[in-house]
Antibody, heavy 118, light 107 residues
Framework: QVQLVESGGGVVQPGGSLRLSCAAS????????MHWVRQAPGRGLEWVAVIGHDGNSIYYAESVKGRFTISRDNSKNTLYLQLNSLRAEDTAMYFCARDFNIGWVDYWGQGTLVTVSS | EFVLTQSPATLSLSPGERATLSCRAS??????LAWYQQKPGQAPRLLIYGASNRATGIPARFSGSGSGTDFTLTISSLEPEDFAVYYC?????????FGQGTKVEIK
């Protein structure tokens, strides 16, 4: 069955960096686009970024453009999100998710929590 | 800026009642709309895509309708496990956009 397992979250100071990982299994990772979606505590869902199956198509939300970088390693079935210049408003649960029909999501991980605080 | 507006923010109903959730788009989406359910402490789950197609394993009491700018998610008879937050989401161009959510709570 499809499994997406995020890791790498934690507490970081404003201006700091983190790298999130998402280990995928149970499907052919290299034929699916992948997303990162986040959810601040008590708030709604916010799409963060998407990467195409081969890594050649990448899009970001305006709120993270220039600070976050999405990437993937198909040889390791792993998705990444590099978070730089972190701000308090980046505090959220970060979900890794599999693309469905170019924009929707059919499978989600359980999330990894990023807390930006001094 | 593209916006999805969900209403109401909260819907208070009893088990067995019918739930009707609305999602309005600021631009024509055609049928490029999906619905998700999220329970506390869990990841969202895809319910409906293409405005009216149930995802794999979704019970028939969930149905979606609409096109263009006005969409509806209907739960025909609420089960205890249906009390959750529901989000609509568009595809078709980047960035992807979610609505702000409708909470269906037990009355």
């Amino acid at each position: 069955q499809v499994q997406l397992v995020e890791s790498g979250g934690g507490v970081v100071q404003p201006g700091g960096s983190l790298r999130l990982s998402c280990a995928a299994s149970g499907f052919n990772f290299n034929v699916f686009g992948m997303h990162w979606v986040r959810q601040a505590p008590g708030r709604g869902l916010e799409w963060v970024a998407v990467i195409g199956h081969d890594g050649n198509s990448i899009y970001y939300a305006e709120s993270v453009k220039g600070r976050f970088t999405i990437s993937r390693d198909n040889s390791k079935n792993t998705l990444y999100l590099q978070l730089n210049s972190l701000r308090a408003e980046d505090t959220a649960m970060y979900f890794c998710a599999r693309d469905f029909n170019i924009g929707w999501v059919d499978y989600w991980g359980q999330g990894t929590l990023v807390t930006v605080s001094s | 800026e593209f916006v999805l507006t969900q209403s109401p923010a909260t819907l208070s109903l009893s088990p067995g009642e019918r739930a009707t959730l609305s999602c309005r788009a600021s631009q024509n989406l055609g049928s490029f709309l999906a619905w998700y359910q999220q329970k506390p402490g869990q990841a969202p789950r895809l319910l409906i895509y293409g405005a009216s197609n149930r995802a794999t394993g979704i019970p028939a009491r969930f149905s979606g309708s609409g096109s263009g700018t006005d969409f509806t998610l209907t739960i025909s008879s609420l089960e205890p496990e249906d009390f959750a937050v529901y989000y609509c989401q568009r595809r078709g161009s980047w960035p992807v956009t979610f609505g702000q959510g409708t909470k269906v709570e037990i009355k």
